[in-house]
């Protein structure tokens, strides 16, 4: 018993001597290290990396390259669908309404490629980079991007489309683009008006043909009081038949009413008809006058 003893206190003086001290603190000091190293690892993984890393002359250049060609193939593509649109006036209106929303998702894939394929950011930047601009842009640009989505609206919604005659608050003509930004349109006068796709969204817009080549085009006459109007509705409906820009395939109306100008009293007729194209609307609406006027006075109804 008392050598089994002797072990047993041989043993524990052992463990409590200067040298098992010395590997228990080596073994603390290899676990800090350690775990020092995963925590740099880890911080130098979400640290961005340096900008002079990301951007670098020959990635700027080769980046106006992509937008260079991405933006001449846009643009010959777009003369080739205008092209396309003349050819088979049928559809003219359809073809058209392509082109918008290839040119967007044309952007976004020029975006894209430059982007992941030139620059190739870590996501830690693409997301910091995201959420700071989209703060600054919030702030400071709420109109634009209130325009952008509209006109993504527009595009998926379609209450218009390229080619379509629409009129909204004081502007009335043919829809020549949609834009992210803005929509264009031709007056009457050939002018060229941006009305911004945020007032569209708030405001009322009446389409004139919705898609189809041919609208509708009212033409106002003044005649005096004690006409015959089964007469001369007979000979207004004849005259505009004759039109070579009337669409007969829809039906032509004559409306009358009276009206009072300058303390004398009228007889004003209304002939609404329909116009094959409708870029020809003003010249059938002064084509309708013309003929019906020309009949109106050999006739000797009007002088």
Known sequence: MAQSEDTTQIIQDS???PIFDSIHIASKDTITFEKLGQDLDS???MKPPD???????????WSLI????????LQIFEKLVNLLAERYMKYRLVIKGIIPIIKIFGWIFIIFIIIAGIFQPPMATI???????GVAIGFASQDILKNIFGGITILFDRPFK???KIESGKYYGEVVEIGLRSTRIVTPDDSLVSIPNGELMIQSVSNANSGESNCQVVAEIFLPVN?????????????VKVSRYVYLNKPITVLFSHEVREKQAYMKMKVKAYVVDIRDEFKFKSDIIELVARVLVSKGIIS
Not at 67 to 73: E, K, N, Q, R, S
């Open 15 to 17: 463990i409590t001597s």
């Open 227 to 239: 006409i015959n109007t089964t007469e001369i509705r007979e000979i207004a409906i004849e005259a």
């Open 66 to 73: 992509f937008l260079a060609v991405g933006y001449f193939i």
């Open 51 to 61: 900008l002079r890393e990301l951007v670098s002359i020959p990635k700027i250049i």
């Open 43 to 45: 911080r130098n993984a």
């Open 127 to 133: 997301l910091a980079f995201a959420a700071s601009i």
């Open 162 to 164: 390229v080619g379509d």
